[in-house]
């Protein structure tokens, strides 16, 4: 176990240093070539990045924000776009049993997309998630981008990874809704 888990990080940790090799070298490659805009452009996208993930790791929920950290370690087909756009705080809001279902929830939408064969048709495959709040509860929106035809696969899987926790998720046209109450 111990060994897996040691793989794992130093995968996910590859996977972090590919992207910031990356995007370092296209932030010279454009102050060589003197476009001071498109290194301005990048800046901006890693700074955003960072402070979005600096959100995320306050939620209050360590295994959701653990897994939601380390995505990319076991996914790089299809991408997640995460939204929190306000400082959220969900302590106290879920039991363990509530947040593993909200991870199972999120990995079963993932994979259901992803397995489905539609995330292949899609030219960039992609999940967005949206944290937040709305009249004492949170909510965590899951939907497929540009692939309305993907909401159902993802709401059925979803449905059903949250059928062993007291979680239930809403359809909508475009994705899946899942909404707890907050601690007052």
Not at 14 to 25: A, E, K, P, V
Not at 123 to 139: C, K, S, Y
Request: glycine content about 8%; hydrophobic content about 40%.
């Amino acid at each position: 176990m111990r060994q897996s888990m040691q793989k794992f990080f130093l995968n996910v940790l590859s996977h972090q240093r590919h992207d910031w090799m990356n995007d370092l070298q296209l932030i010279f490659g454009y102050a060589r070539m003197g476009k001071p805009e498109r290194v301005e452009e990048i800046v901006s996208r890693v700074s955003e990045e960072m402070h979005k993930e600096g959100r995320i790791a306050k939620f209050g929920l360590p295994e959701l924000v653990f897994y939601l950290m380390t995505i990319k370690g076991e996914n790089r087909e299809v991408a997640l776009h995460i939204q929190a756009d306000q400082e959220l705080r969900y302590v106290g809001s879920l039991t363990p049993e509530e947040e593993e279902g909200l991870i199972r929830a999120v990995r079963a939408g993932m994979a259901a997309y992803r397995y489905s064969g539609l995330a292949a048709q899609a030219a960039e495959p992609a999940l967005r998630i949206v944290f937040g709040e709305e009249g004492g509860e949170a909510t965590l929106f899951i939907e497929p981008e540009n692939d309305p035809q993907a909401a159902s696969v993802l709401h059925h899987a979803v449905e059903e990874a949250l059928e062993s926790c007291a979680l239930s998720a809403e359809a909508s046209d475009h994705g899946t809704l899942i909404r707890w109450k907050l601690p007052v």
